[in-house]
């Protein structure tokens, strides 16, 4: 079954700590997003990408960084310079080639700084 | 600065009534709308879209409108059912294909 499988569901991080979120996907997307949802706040862009070995900031990337080695895989780092990490972290990817198409997304990693 | 922009946080219908949803974004170059539905601890699911040669699309129960001129669409769910209770989230997006989403709207369908 084709899909988006994020890990893990839950993550706890001392305070100052890097962390790495997980994102594959076998749909054969081009296009990979991360966005953090807070309470009132929806859905806000961190990172995306639209080819392999590329990506650009979205509207709160301060504190986190990507890669995008592999079409399939865009991992994310909660750095130690991200001021307020503990959210819901959710991924998703789409057609890149077909912008006007939907993006799937993955269950969510919450995350929270103790 | 948001761009877009759901001003209702939340919603309340009895089952069986229209459910409205609204969302308001500011920049014309938009040109590809979606609606999402999530429920706790999961991620979003896609609900139907809209692109901005069209201003009507349905699929079912839902039905999306487009108003250009007023940078407005709305989500309409008839007849509204409990299992509808979640936030809806619009998204909006461009060829560069960054998707933009609002601050979602919970909607609760009364039984």
């Known amino acids: 079954d084709g899909g988006i499988t994020q890990s893990p569901k839950y993550l706890f991080r001392k305070e100052g700590q890097n962390v790495t979120l997980s994102c594959e996907q076998n749909?054969?997307?081009?296009?990979m997003y991360w966005y953090r949802q807070d309470p009132g706040q929806g859905l806000r862009l961190i990172y995306y990408?639209?080819?392999?070995?590329?990506?650009q900031k979205g509207d709160i990337a301060e504190g986190y960084s990507v890669s995008r080695e592999k079409k399939e895989s865009f991992p994310l780092t909660v750095t130690s310079a991200q001021k307020n990490p503990t959210a819901f972290y959710l991924c998703?990817?789409?057609?890149?080639?077909?912008?006007?198409?939907?993006?799937?997304f993955g269950q969510g990693t919450r995350l929270t700084v103790v | 600065d948001q761009q877009v922009k759901q001003n209702s946080p939340s919603l309340s219908v009895q089952e069986g009534r229209i459910s409205i949803l609204n969302c308001d974004y500011t920049?014309?170059?938009?040109?590809?709308f979606l609606w999402y539905k999530k429920y706790p601890a999961e991620g979003p699911t896609f609900l139907i879209s809209?692109?901005?040669?069209?201003d009507k699309n349905e699929d079912g129960r839902f039905t999306v409108f487009l108003n250009k001129s007023a940078k407005h669409l709305s989500l309409h769910i008839v007849p509204s059912q409990p299992g509808d209770s979640a936030v809806y989230f619009c998204?909006?997006?461009?060829?560069?294909?960054?998707?933009?989403f609002g601050q979602g709207t919970t909607l609760q369908v009364k039984p």
């Open positions: 998703a990817s789409s057609y890149g080639d077909s912008w006007w198409t939907e993006a799937f």
């Open positions: 749909l054969n997307h081009d296009a």
């Open positions: 990408s639209q080819i392999v070995n590329d990506f």
């Open positions: 920049n014309s170059m938009f040109d590809y």
């Open positions: 809209i692109s901005s040669i069209k």
């Open positions: 998204a909006v997006t461009a060829s560069t294909g960054k998707l933009i």
